[in-house]
């Protein structure tokens, strides 16, 4: 029943940023909508902005669900992506609305682990610490936050798709050149 509800919130809240800027909406405005307590609002989340979090996490991991290898992590990117791109009212809402030190640690989160992924399946059998490891998967987190986080910021005019496939390009067979790289010439 807890899922209903918080998904009940999610969906109201994605509804109301379509008219209201998010400092706009009220905890009243969102469980009046819902027919809800705010008892039962408080009782999933400390504030509107963990339900923003939460209901970017949902998404981000409904994205990603599976995607994390090397042959994937580019349909894992897109799906990233494409994700922002549906809800385009409500990111760029809650884009002029956060803080973007909030912004970047979710971005950062979501693509570090889709990331790792794949940088732990390329290093397996080589001799690469869990420290090299973490590096070369934050090296191209940094990478793709920066490149969606400027997409964003510009109104996501550009298509994703070509976006995407820029970074494809520039990344085929990167990461396991960057691996090798710290096997070979590593002090």
Same mark, same amino acid.
């Given at each position: 029943?807890?899922?209903?509800? %918080?998904?009940?919130?999610?969906?109201?809240? =994605? =509804?109301?940023?379509?008219?209201?800027?998010?400092?706009?909406?009220?905890?009243?405005?969102?469980?009046?909508?819902?027919?809800?307590?705010?008892?039962?609002?408080?009782?999933?989340?400390? *504030?509107?902005?963990?339900?923003?979090? $939460?209901?970017?996490?949902?998404?981000?991991?409904?994205?990603?669900?599976?995607?994390?290898?090397?042959?994937? $992590? #580019? #349909?894992?990117?897109? #799906? +990233?992506?494409?994700?922002?791109?549906?809800?385009?009212?409500?990111?760029?809402?809650?884009? /002029?609305?956060?803080?973007? !030190?909030?912004?970047?640690?979710?971005?950062?989160?979501?693509?570090?682990?889709?990331?790792?992924?794949?940088?732990? !399946?390329?290093?397996? !059998? %080589?001799?690469?610490? !869990?420290?090299? %490891? /973490?590096?070369?998967? *934050?090296?191209?987190?940094?990478?793709?936050?920066?490149?969606?986080?400027? $997409?964003? #910021?510009?109104?996501?005019?550009?298509?994703?798709?070509?976006?995407?496939?820029?970074?494809?390009? +520039?990344?085929?067979?990167? +990461?396991?050149?960057?691996?090798?790289?710290?096997? =070979?010439?590593?002090?």
């Amino acid at each position: 029943m807890s899922n209903i509800t %918080k998904y009940a919130l999610e969906s109201s809240l =994605k =509804k109301m940023m379509l008219t209201k800027p998010l400092d706009k909406i009220t905890i009243r405005d969102l469980t009046e909508d819902c027919g809800i307590s705010r008892m039962a609002f408080y009782y999933h989340f400390k *504030d509107i902005y963990d339900l923003v979090e $939460w209901a970017c996490v949902e998404d981000a991991a409904k994205a990603l669900e599976g995607k994390k290898t090397y042959t994937t $992590w #580019q #349909q894992g990117l897109l #799906q +990233i992506f494409e994700a922002v791109y549906e809800n385009r009212p409500f990111v760029l809402n809650a884009f /002029r609305a956060l803080d973007r !030190e909030k912004i970047e640690k979710f971005l950062f989160g979501l693509t570090s682990d889709l990331i790792l992924g794949v940088v732990e !399946e390329q290093a397996q !059998e %080589k001799s690469v610490t !869990e420290e090299e %490891k /973490r590096f070369i998967a *934050d090296f191209y987190k940094y990478s793709f936050v920066g490149i969606m986080l400027d $997409w964003i #910021q510009k109104g996501m005019k550009e298509d994703y798709r070509e976006t995407v496939d820029a970074v494809c390009i +520039i990344l085929h067979g990167t +990461i396991a050149h960057s691996i090798d790289n710290f096997t =070979k010439y590593r002090k």
